[in-house]
């Protein structure tokens, strides 16, 4: 088990990872800590409630509790999917936690994989402005990636993530044991991320990747013991240096611009969140090249592990015109110009906002022709669920 | 025209209250200092939009712009009432603002009331994670405390603010030229707030309104010029020491713990929220006298006060056991105690958290039996608008 300090300018809390995390909420919930009220209160929450899914809650609400050592908890549903990442959700859980009482001293916990970390990391920073949060991430990516950081969001209209705000948690407690019940194709989807985070950091990470990959499998939550701390530290190191996204936090948008652009054009249906961003590395790594930032055996290097995680859905049938005209709609987009994530070699980016538009066609064109190609897996007939 | 700072840890910004106030945008737009971007784009913002109301906005909307310097600036109307105060018009508005290609350096204009102010706070705090806003009051007491602290909050069911943000604007303008198109009934209840600082504050406030009190009028701008930044001073004072709302903030909820109660009682429709703080400041008032806290003399010279403001609304028919059983239902109550703010003269109170509810009860009873009578004026026909 790995423990690692975020300082950030709202606030410090650890992110701990590995094999009985957990239990780490005890010791949060026992010294709760809260100045400028009488002493009689000042030890404990008022009320903790839990915001998960229901059937993760029923495969492991009970470890969950008896580890973090809950006695009284109050257990909000959300559905799966990301249409729980409305503000109509919002309205409903903040509705439901009034009617059970919850005040300014409770604590939320937000148990679950990214749409629950999300939407529990915007309910709690926006009710009664704002209450305790505790991360308690189930997915690898939620794991490694989105519930480290303070970023909170809900969607609006097709536009992900529109509403939201930079609010850190007090604790992050990802335990790999929830891992095995991930679907394969869930787990996959997260390894594209560490694959991103192994590109960005290099070192120890990537080369551990690179020997390790086809062993890495949900049912063995040992294979992950060196793996997860290694890619959550990549994003704890960038979060701990800029909390609010300017240039640094930045790079994390690697393969997400073309990434976002597939999801879009597939209506969020074909790919999930990984394996678009899946399909973003690899693109954007040919983007690299032809731009002359970054050689061909350096690509050929990171693709090939990208390729390694598995099949990934055909992007055989999309069209190119259309997925470059998504592209400027990135959130990321400043003044109307699109900043880019360029890999230069393993380890290191660089952000560039001149790329010509037809460049980023080009690249796209090659990856889709298999220039750059990843081994096909079969289009899954319905949505995609991670 | 006068100009103060705030400094809290989330930022400094200037409030600026008087006669040509608006002007000082000018400053803001020209100066706009952007850290983390490219010099490029350091100066000014990508677009500037406003929120307001239709009526108001034909109203003072030319002269606004002009003032500011704004040439090219979008407009979002919300209908007026306090139901814009709600996650459906968060949603709505976030969502135009995309389409109208708000980006992250865009600023948002809060031009309105107490509904606009919260509002656009809690959309500019949360569209893309924060963009810039400015808050031109256009209220008496959104001039003097509601668009002051940055406080931002949307409503949930019959829940006030059950949902927000603390989120500092750029800068409060407030100028009292557009206090002459408020109704005699609306400005009379900006002066029930204002009346709430002068308690709080004592000293020159308190003498002033003392003296000036029946030469108060919108259409005399002139008459204000002296009031305004007195009082607008008091909630920066506080604000300044703690923009969180913990103990020393909370002093600002004198009056609102009966007031909130009587806008429950009545569904927000028979009073205004400053008249409803009027006959709390009355109640609290009386509290603090049968709380021992507060000498009968103290006690009169602030109900005066109060009562020379003009007519309040009826609350003859309410029924005492509601009113008291609607008290916990406060935000500000925590772990289930209502925290009371009691004065115990003028320029000074106290938090008393282990009121009995009887003392209540008789304090409200004897508040409407005129035991501690203000001038009784018509029972409005219809909802409360201010």
């Known amino acids: 088990m790995r423990s690692f300090r975020v300082t950030s300018r709202h606030g410090e809390y650890d992110v701990v990872v590995g094999r009985g995390a957990w239990r780490r909420l005890r010791t949060l919930v026992r010294s709760?800590?809260?100045?400028?009220?009488?002493?009689?209160?000042?030890?404990?929450?008022?009320?903790?409630?839990?915001?998960?899914?229901?059937?993760?809650?029923?495969?492991?609400?009970?470890?969950?509790?008896?580890?973090?050592?809950?006695?009284?908890?109050?257990?909000?549903?959300?559905?799966?999917?990301?249409?729980?990442?409305?503000?109509?959700?919002?309205?409903?859980?903040?509705?439901?936690?009034?009617?059970?009482?919850?005040?300014?001293?409770?604590?939320?916990?937000?148990?679950g994989g990214g749409v629950v970390g999300d939407l529990g990391g915007f309910l709690a920073s926006t009710y009664m402005r704002g209450i305790d949060l505790v991360q308690a991430p189930t997915?690898?990516?939620?794991?490694?990636?989105?519930?480290?950081?303070?970023?909170?969001?809900?969607?609006?209209?097709?536009?992900?993530?529109?509403?939201?705000?930079?609010?850190p948690p007090r604790l992050v407690l990802a335990d790999p044991v929830v891992l095995s019940s991930l679907s394969p194709r869930a787990f996959r989807s997260g390894l594209y991320e560490i694959a991103k985070h192994a590109i960005l950091a290099g070192g120890r990470?990537?080369?551990?990747?690179?020997?390790?990959?086809?062993?890495?499998?949900?049912?063995?939550?040992?294979s992950l013991e060196r793996i997860l701390p290694a890619a959550a530290k990549v994003k704890v190191e960038v979060v701990k240096r800029d909390e609010r996204e300017a240039r640094l936090r930045f790079v994390l948008n690697l393969g997400h611009t073309f990434g976002h652009a597939l999801e879009e054009a597939?209506?969020?249906?074909?790919?999930?969140?990984?394996?678009?961003?899946?399909?973003?590395?690899?693109?954007?790594?040919?983007?690299?090249?032809?731009?002359?930032?970054?050689?061909?055996?350096?690509?050929?290097?990171?693709?090939?592990?990208?390729?390694?995680i598995g099949p990934l859905p055909s992007?055989?049938?999309?069209?190119?015109?259309?997925?470059?005209?998504?592209?400027?709609q990135d959130k990321k987009t400043i003044g109307g110009r699109i900043h880019w994530v360029i890999p230069e070699?393993?380890?290191?980016?660089?952000?560039?906002?001149?790329?010509?538009?037809?460049?980023?066609?080009?690249?796209?064109?090659?990856?889709?022709?298999?220039?750059?190609?990843?081994?096909?897996?079969?289009r899954p007939p319905t949505r995609a669920r991670a």
């Open 315 to 328: 992007i055989a049938d999309l069209n190119e015109r259309r997925i470059v005209a998504l592209l400027p």
């Open 266 to 308: 597939t209506a969020y249906r074909r790919f999930t969140h990984g394996e678009a961003v899946g399909w973003g590395l690899l693109a954007v790594l040919r983007l690299a090249n032809l731009l002359g930032a970054l050689a061909k055996s350096e690509e050929a290097r990171m693709a090939e592990l990208v390729r390694r």
């Open 205 to 222: 990470l990537f080369a551990i990747l690179e020997t390790e990959m086809e062993s890495l499998r949900p049912e063995k939550p040992k």
């Open 139 to 167: 997915t690898v990516v939620a794991q490694v990636d989105s519930a480290i950081g303070g970023k909170t969001g809900v969607n609006v209209g097709a536009m992900k993530n529109l509403v939201g705000t930079f609010y």
């Open 32 to 111: 709760g800590d809260f100045p400028g009220h009488r002493p009689a209160l000042q030890r404990g929450y008022s009320s903790i409630f839990v915001l998960t899914e229901r059937g993760l809650w029923r495969r492991w609400g009970r470890l969950f509790q008896t580890e973090a050592g809950l006695k009284n908890c109050g257990v909000l549903y959300v559905p799966p999917g990301e249409r729980s990442k409305s503000l109509a959700m919002v309205e409903r859980t903040a509705a439901r936690l009034l009617a059970a009482r919850a005040d300014r001293r409770s604590l939320l916990v937000a148990f």
């Open 345 to 378: 070699r393993v380890g290191k980016v660089r952000i560039v906002d001149d790329v010509p538009m037809e460049l980023a066609a080009a690249a796209f064109r090659e990856v889709q022709a298999g220039l750059n190609p990843a081994r096909m897996g079969p």
